[in-house]
């Protein structure tokens, strides 16, 4: 009887662990918003499922938002504000980013929140945009779409890849520049200790009046001074080139706005 309660204890456990996921799942808002109607079932499913993978990846939300209108917001302020009141963003710091394509003025927005604004810097905004722009002037929504995904992707990896410390290389450039000291350091040494030259004639040794000093001066050799780089310290915009604004939810946002 005991061993029948367990089994049917443990099978509870499971049907509830499922149920749990299903409904986490179900819980997160769509990835990829069209309320246009400018993409397919079928492009949709696949660019969720692409920006489900790459956001699973690096531990991010990545969002596309195309609508026709942005309601008397600015491009910025709406999609801020999307991304806020909709349940974007990963972890504490809500991480993600988001863009938007709006076509009532043919805007293109990105809105970057936490290490979205780290990793999405105003230039790679820039990059981006001037990216997706031909795409956008031929209403090529799917390819512009992907390209935006395919970029997030490419451009995260080859950022984290940056940030990890090279120690191979700076043991190499520690060697070289140790070697290249001491070879410097090592002739100046042996120069200063040379101070008696072999005469090519005998009577150059021979000084028939004794030695005579005309001039007498105390002459300064050379001295040794350490310095040190002493550097100060100067204030940055967030992420290493990222401007910020505060939404009116009160989260710092990065982000770019322009036309196609």
Do not use: W
């Not at 609508?67 to 709406?78: L, R, V």
């Not at 504000?81 to 974007?88: H, I, Q, R, V």
């Not at 070289?176 to 008696?196: M, W």
């Not at 967030?238 to 196609?260: C, E, I, K, L, N």
Request: net charge negative.
């Amino acid at each position: 009887m005991k061993r029948y309660l367990f089994i049917a204890f443990a099978a509870v456990l499971l049907i509830s662990s499922l149920l749990a996921t299903c409904v986490s799942a179900s819980d997160h808002p769509a990835l990829v918003v069209d309320e246009s109607g400018k993409l397919t079932d079928e492009q949709e499913r696949v660019l969720e499922a692409k920006l489900k993978e790459v956001g699973d990846k690096y531990d991010l939300d990545i969002v596309i938002l195309i609508n026709d209108s942005t309601g008397g917001k600015t491009p910025t302020e709406f999609a801020d504000d999307y991304y806020d009141e909709n349940g974007y963003g990963r972890n504490a710091g809500y991480d993600g980013i988001l863009l938007l394509i709006s076509l009532e003025n043919r805007d293109i927005t990105t809105s970057t929140c936490g290490k979205g604004i780290e990793y999405f810097n105003d230039s790679e905004l820039e990059y981006i945009e001037g990216l997706l722009i031909p795409y956008l002037a031929s209403e090529d929504y799917y390819g512009a779409f992907t390209a935006f995904a395919n970029e997030c992707d490419r451009h995260i990896e080859s950022y984290l890849e940056s940030q990890k410390p090279k120690y191979g290389l700076y043991a190499v450039i520690g060697i070289i520049a140790g070697l290249i000291f001491a070879a410097i350091k090592g002739s100046s040494y042996k120069s200063e200790l040379v101070s008696v030259y072999a005469k090519g004639d005998a009577d150059d040794y021979i000084a028939p009046s004794g030695l005579e000093l005309s001039v007498k001066d105390d002459i300064f050799a050379f001295s040794n001074v350490a310095k040190t780089i002493i550097t100060s310290s100067s204030s940055s915009s967030r992420g290493g080139g990222s401007s910020t604004h505060v939404s009116s939810s009160g989260r710092t946002h990065g982000g770019r706005s322009g036309h196609f």
